[in-house]
């Protein structure tokens, strides 16, 4: 069969046909483009459209990136950041290093005009973590722990140990199980209604309003004192129970009930004192505390609690100081009961006791410049020493001449030197913390223009004459010396009634050390300069 012939025109193609086959294509291919064009621009119109997050810092803005010109551009994952393998701490030690914040006037100059000196401060406050913090959770809590126990075993030692059956030191006392001998619901009652007036007198309105020393923000605390109407009260309160036929002997019969019921409302107190002082700001802790509870529970977690119009450190002082005070003026009522005379020896320690806690009071304002006041809180340690401490431990002179008035010195020369000591001592002690409050109030003060001083570099002076010019520490030299005199009158046969002076002179010693180290890096180089021109720490020619 013959082959099919194909026609010219489907074989090949004629050139007209070719250019419009061309033209087609290149008009197809010209909308595709116009096409993807316009879904572009669509597509960055609407990502111009979406609102760009603010950025707070400008220079912390990430610079304008080039914009894609067919796709949105893909985001970029930053990759994660390497950190080292740590072991942080738990939550709640985080807490407590969060919360410890240190805040420091970090200059200060003083200007004066005329005659009147005007402390300018110009602070800058700055949060740190200290030491104690970064310790939260490792520092002295169980210290405090064990501390706490060993104050309230010390007390009732010293109490046990003086007694009718004996008065050794270093002889363990003997010890009734009754546990009737230790406490009693009357007694404490007595004892909350004293606290409780001593309390209630100090809200009183009356008496002159001081300032305190400048805080770490720079602001300074009102303080009344008014401690004059308590001592009024308490010896119109001693009066009316003499006249009217009280007991005299009531705390020397209740001695160990007294001290169970002081030991008590301590622990009470400062429990109280310590979860108040959890809600108390940054600036206002304790510099001891650490967060622990053991410790703040000891040392204090508030550096100045206040209660209604008045400061509970000054009133607790206060409260300690009037009711050692009482506790010796019943010791020589009940003697003057019992035997229809007074020994001269107890008579003298009370005069002397008496007097240092008149002085005291009266002078109250004199203990708001001390280191003691503006750098201690109030926790256990401080409670126990003014209820505990106070009235029952440093009274125990006149509980030994009570209950040993054979015991004590008659020789009236002797007794008139002892007397003259304790004047020496006095003079020191009120004389130099008078002069130090002044300065520290006013170092232009026209009373104290014959005062030699130091400039520091943190504009303050340091007094280098005067009582200041005998002793580094002349107050603490005052307090030694009475502290001597006082136990003198109980004679030598017996060690407990020396265990005052003892204690007192080891104290005051880690003290002055303490303070040494604390000035020399707080003043530099004035205070080497103060130390060359003052040699002595405490005892002239001694130490």
């Not at 404490?188 to 805080?215: D, K, N, W």
Request: hydrophobic letters at 40%.
């Amino acid at each position: 069969m013959p082959a099919r012939k194909s026609s010219p025109s489907k074989a090949k193609k004629s050139p007209a046909k070719k250019a419009g086959s061309r033209a087609r294509s290149r008009s197809r291919s010209r909308s595709t483009v116009q096409s993807t064009t316009r879904v572009t621009r669509s597509r960055s119109r609407s990502s111009a459209r979406t609102p760009i997050p603010a950025v707070e810092d400008v220079s912390l803005a990430k610079p304008k990136t080039k914009r894609a010109s067919s796709k949105s551009p893909a985001r970029v994952k930053t990759p994660p950041r390497i950190q080292p393998v740590v072991e942080t701490p738990s939550p709640k030690v985080t807490r407590r290093i969060q919360e410890q914040t240190v805040y420091r006037v970090t200059r200060s100059s003083v200007t004066a005009t005329g005659d009147a000196a005007k402390l300018k401060v110009t602070s800058k406050v700055t949060s740190d973590v200290t030491d104690s913090a970064v310790a939260a959770g490792t520092g002295p809590g169980h210290l405090g722990g064990l501390l706490v126990v060993f104050t309230i075993v010390l007390t009732y030692y010293l109490a046990m140990a003086c007694s009718k059956k004996q008065c050794e030191l270093f002889k363990l006392p003997p010890c009734d199980q009754k546990w009737q001998t230790f406490f009693n619901l009357e007694v404490m009652g007595v004892s909350l209604a004293f606290y409780a007036a001593v309390f209630f007198l100090a809200m009183i309105p009356i008496g002159t309003v001081v300032q305190g020393q400048p805080l770490k923000d720079g602001s300074r605390l009102d303080y009344r004192c008014n401690g004059w109407l308590t001592l009024i009260a308490a010896g119109a309160a001693f009066g009316y129970a003499v006249s009217s036929g009280c007991p005299m002997d009531y705390v020397a019969k209740h001695y160990l009930q007294f001290v169970s019921a002081s030991v008590i409302i301590s622990l009470i107190f400062a429990l109280e004192v310590f979860m108040c002082g959890r809600k108390a700001p940054a600036n206002q802790r304790c510099p001891g505390s650490n967060g622990t509870f053991l410790n703040d529970f000891w040392m204090g977690r508030e550096l100045n609690p206040r209660c209604s119009s008045f400061d509970v450190k000054q009133v607790v002082f206060r409260s300690g100081m009037i009711a050692w005070m009482m506790v010796d003026w019943m010791y020589l009522a009940a003697q003057f009961k019992a035997d229809q005379k007074v020994q001269p020896a107890l008579a003298l320690v009370v005069l002397f006791h008496t007097l240092y806690v008149v002085m005291t009071v009266k002078n109250e304002q004199f203990w708001f410049s001390t280191a003691d006041f503006r750098n201690e809180g109030i926790g256990f340690l401080s409670v126990w020493a003014c209820l505990s401490l106070f009235p029952f431990i440093f009274s125990l002179q006149a509980r030994f001449l009570y209950l040993y008035p054979k015991e004590s010195m008659t020789n009236p020369y002797a007794l008139a030197a002892v007397f003259i000591l304790n004047a020496v001592g006095l003079v020191f002690y009120i004389g130099s913390n008078w002069q130090k409050s002044e300065f520290r109030k006013n170092p232009y003060n026209p009373d104290l223009s014959h005062l030699s001083s130091i400039p520091t570099a943190a504009g303050k002076r340091i007094i280098c004459s005067g009582w200041w010019g005998i002793v580094r520490r002349p107050n603490y030299l005052g307090d030694l010396i009475m502290a001597v005199a006082w136990s003198l009158p109980c004679g030598c046969s017996y060690a407990l009634p020396y265990f005052y002076p003892v204690y007192l002179i080891s104290l005051l010693i880690a003290k002055v050390i303490a303070d040494e180290k604390s000035c020399h890096q707080r003043y530099g180089d004035a205070w080497v300069k103060y130390t060359e021109a003052v040699p002595y720490k405490l005892i002239p020619y001694v130490f």
